[in-house]
């Protein structure tokens, strides 16, 4: 029972060593408002057919930088994906692996291009970002926001032309 309890003290302590800090998403160019990095929000600033949306991550190994126990955090891998954006299919992007010394942050960006066939709806946009600690502490955080995906009114795309 000590060992349990022990146990689940310690996993409990270790999640929160590799922290997000800071969510900034930015639509074409123009930061989002009312975004934060507990999830849960919706961005519904003007995303459109053929949208591009930025999501910064800023991430930090909050172990302390000590001489006798740096720990660094290895196979940080990011991922995001806006779930059945594209006439039912998903809309992804991926950072690739790196690492972060003890109380090192680093600034990471996900991009999704909003496909120019697309329903008017709000979809699920979920963060993934997985790690692991030179002592063994697996680390795994999730955050899920909302796309709202609007169309203006009168919008008329000539995707290809012919002449004969």
Same mark, same amino acid.
């Given at each position: &029972?000590?060992? &349990?309890?022990?146990?689940?003290a310690h996993v409990a302590y270790?999640?929160? +060593? %590799? !922290?997000?800090? @800071? ?14 990095? +507990? ?8 995303? /459109? ?16 930088? +000590?001489?006798?126990?740096? $720990? !660094? ?7 995001? =994906?806006? =779930?059945?954006?594209? %006439? ?8 690739? !692996?790196? +690492? ?9 960006? %996900? ?7 697309? @329903?008017?709806?709000? /979809? *699920? &946009?979920?963060? !993934? $970002? ?7 502490? #697996?680390?795994?955080?999730? *955050?899920? /926001?909302?796309?709202?995906? @609007? ?12 002449? #004969?």
């Amino acid at each position: &029972m000590t060992l &349990m309890c022990t146990l689940f003290a310690h996993v409990a302590y270790a999640e929160n +060593e %590799l !922290e997000l800090t @800071q969510v900034r998403i930015y639509v074409d160019g123009t930061r989002a408002t009312n975004i934060d990095e +507990e999830g849960g929000d919706t961005i519904d600033d003007d995303v /459109y057919p053929g949208s591009t949306i930025k999501v910064k991550l800023t991430l930090e190994n909050t172990y302390p930088d +000590e001489d006798d126990a740096d $720990i !660094e955090i290895e196979d940080i891998k990011v991922e995001g =994906v806006i =779930v059945d954006v594209d %006439l039912g299919a998903d809309v992804d992007d991926e950072i690739d !692996e790196f +690492e972060l010394d003890s109380e090192e942050d680093r600034e990471v960006t %996900l991009t999704f291009d909003i496909p120019d066939e697309v @329903q008017t709806d709000t /979809y *699920r &946009m979920e963060i !993934e $970002i997985e790690g692991e600690a030179d002592d063994g502490t #697996k680390f795994d955080i999730t *955050r899920d /926001y909302y796309v709202k995906v @609007q169309k203006r009114e009168h919008d008329v795309r000539i995707v290809s032309a012919v002449l #004969k």
